[in-house]
């Protein structure tokens, strides 16, 4: 056993503030260990710094500050981490795109296995994960000294972003590997919560038929509900909806309030992202989809008659 | 004629798949909860590895690759799989054959031994694997190898001598610029991956397979992590059907109350 050695979680953060993720990150983080460090590695990023030390439960922030740490690259990131690594003996990330990309490198560095996505800690040792897309839970113990974990969010309530010891130690940033480079980044601009800790998601499928259709049908009932927009993997393959809004085993884990499925019929590999959800509401033509065997509600109708409707009684 | 080694910096690409439970088996978990059933299931490519493949093959297609070598860690089976990967287009096959359950850090150690004897420029991996959901591999190799990576891309392209990636990230996406040896893992937009033809079918079936071995290759493959067991997730009761618009909204504001 480590008990005793701190738990070190790795900072999510545009530098100026912490991502909700960082606080679900420390929630699973409490359950490792009493003494919970977080470390901030960004460029210009005080703010960022200080706001992970106001997280309660957070004993101390490290923060290593340079412009080889501006970008997040998975080579700077995991070398940082790597130096400050001896001590701990857990190294959580947020299961994001950016914790997923930088998390293996640093438990392949420190030459141990990495637990990913754990769904509950039943112990420091031993985590519960989803395999196969969610069609079962593993139980993992790892007897590693330094346990690499990747933490599903929506499996842990988010920590209390007040109350922390705001305490912040200065330490030193790494230089740049010199191996890779950041060109450039294009964030879609949205004016609606982000997908994955939105309250409300109202999510479409191929049924939608097309861009114009799933846009023209949706987005009014994601508007009057404040809801983000999502959709099946189908949808997205066939062009209806962007990648990034994809709920599913390969796209976004989502478990909101309230989840509309329209014209969704419920593969596998879609209720892998969204049946954590608390309330499903299922919207489908076809009374044997899938989809109403996990939906609170079930409404067999024609989307293109219901959810207008819909809109005009909410 | 165009001799390979006209090709810029000869380039050679890597690609390694496994071979999964088809991505449409609904998987059952054993009632000793000692696992999940494999016998008898369809197995496949593991899809984000197809898609790496794919496109291993599209820079050959486009010269910017000369050579596309496959390889599969696992048992005589994963032969097969290899071959699939040859009617795609790969050039060649190599099998790490072993029956021992393997973790992504032991995949890693192996893949890191073949590189290098093998010395690509550019690996290509699926993100992740759609049985144990791990999406680690890549990376681990882009470690131990000490290379840079670039993970979920959704393009790929050799530019002068570098390999510059768009990267599906969360809310959007990123563009990176990584210099070769690189590592490259595989998004669900980066290609769509062609059907294999009878032919090439056919013509994979002649191309070079070579097999290999963890011991061979100095590799320990023991795994690291202990499953205490394997279960069937909560079962999510299904809930009733409305007759209208009218008795949702009424059960979603007055039951549920969450709008």
């Not at chain 1, 070190?8 to 359950?31: F, G, P």
């Not at chain 2, 010395?119 to 694997?129: F, H, S, T």
């Not at chain 2, 007759?243 to 039951?255: C, F, H, I, R, S």
Request: net charge negative; with cysteine; proline share 4%.
């Amino acid at each position: 056993m480590t008990a005793g050695k701190p738990i070190l979680v790795v900072a999510e953060h545009d530098h100026v503030s912490i991502k909700s993720a960082t606080l679900n990150t420390v929630a699973a983080a409490r359950q490792c260990g009493d003494e919970v460090h977080v470390l901030v590695a960004g460029h210009s990023s005080a703010g960022a710094a200080a706001a992970a030390a106001r997280i309660a439960g957070v004993a101390k922030v490290l923060h290593a500050d340079g412009a080889a740490l501006a970008d997040a690259l998975a080579e700077n990131l995991a070398a940082q981490v790597l130096a400050v690594a001896p001590g701990y003996g857990h190294i959580l990330f947020a299961a994001t795109s950016t914790g997923k990309n930088v998390a293996p490198r640093v438990a392949a560095l420190l030459d141990v296995a990495q637990v990913s996505e754990i769904s509950r800690v039943v112990s420091a040792d031993t985590f519960e994960r989803p395999i196969y897309a969610g069609n079962a839970i593993q139980t993992v113990q790892s007897p590693e000294a330094v346990r690499v974990i990747t933490v599903r969010m929506t499996a842990f309530d988010a920590a209390p972003a007040q109350g922390g010891a705001e305490q912040v130690e200065s330490v030193a940033a790494v230089a740049d590997s010199g191996l890779s480079a950041f060109v450039e980044r294009v964030v879609t601009k949205s004016e609606r919560p982000e997908l994955a800790d939105a309250r409300i998601v109202v999510s479409g499928g191929r049924a939608l038929g097309s861009s114009e259709k799933f846009d023209a049908v949706l987005t009014p009932l994601a508007d009057k509900l404040g809801a983000a927009l999502g959709a099946s993997r189908a949808a997205v393959d066939a062009g209806f909806a962007p990648n990034d809004w994809q709920v599913g085993q390969t796209g976004k884990i989502v478990a909101p309030e309230v989840y509309f499925a329209c014209g969704i019929s419920g593969a596998i590999q879609h209720l892998a992202g969204m049946k954590d959800s608390k309330v499903i509401v299922a919207i489908n033509k076809d009374a044997e989809a899938p989809i109403f065997s996990v939906a609170d509600f079930g409404l067999q109708a024609d989307l293109f008659e219901a959810v207008p409707e819909l809109v005009a009684a909410l | 004629m165009t001799s390979r080694f006209d090709l810029e910096e000869d380039m050679k690409v890597l690609v390694a798949i496994k071979r999964v439970v088809d991505a449409n088996v609904k998987v059952r978990v054993k009632a000793d909860g000692s696992g999940v059933d494999l016998a008898n299931v369809k197995m496949s490519i593991n899809p984000f590895d197809e898609i790496a493949v794919e496109e291993a093959v599209r820079l050959k297609e486009q010269g910017a690759a000369s050579e596309v070598v496959a390889v599969s860690c696992g048992p005589a089976a994963c032969q097969e799989t290899l071959r699939t990967a040859m009617a795609i287009g790969a050039d060649r096959g190599v099998l790490i054959e072993t029956d021992a359950a393997l973790e992504p850090l032991a995949v890693a150690k192996l893949l890191k031994a073949l590189i290098d004897n093998e010395a690509p420029q550019l690996v290509i991996l699926g993100k992740q694997a759609i049985d144990d959901d791990c999406n680690q591999t890549g990376q681990m190799l882009a470690a131990l190898t000490a290379r840079p990576q670039a993970t979920f891309a959704s393009k790929v392209e050799i530019v002068d001598g570098n390999a510059r990636v768009t990267r599906e990230i969360d809310g959007g996406l990123e563009t990176v610029q990584l210099v070769l040896p690189a590592i490259v893992t595989t998004d669900l937009r980066l290609n769509e991956p062609r059907y294999a033809t009878l032919p090439n079918i056919m013509k994979a079936k002649k191309k070079p397979l070579d097999t290999t071995t963890p011991a061979q290759l100095g590799v320990d493959v023991a795994p690291r992590l202990t499953t205490l067991k394997t279960a069937e997730p909560a079962g999510r009761a299904a809930g009733v059907k409305v007759p209208d618009v009218a008795t949702l909204v009424a059960k979603l504001k007055n039951e549920a109350k969450v709008i």
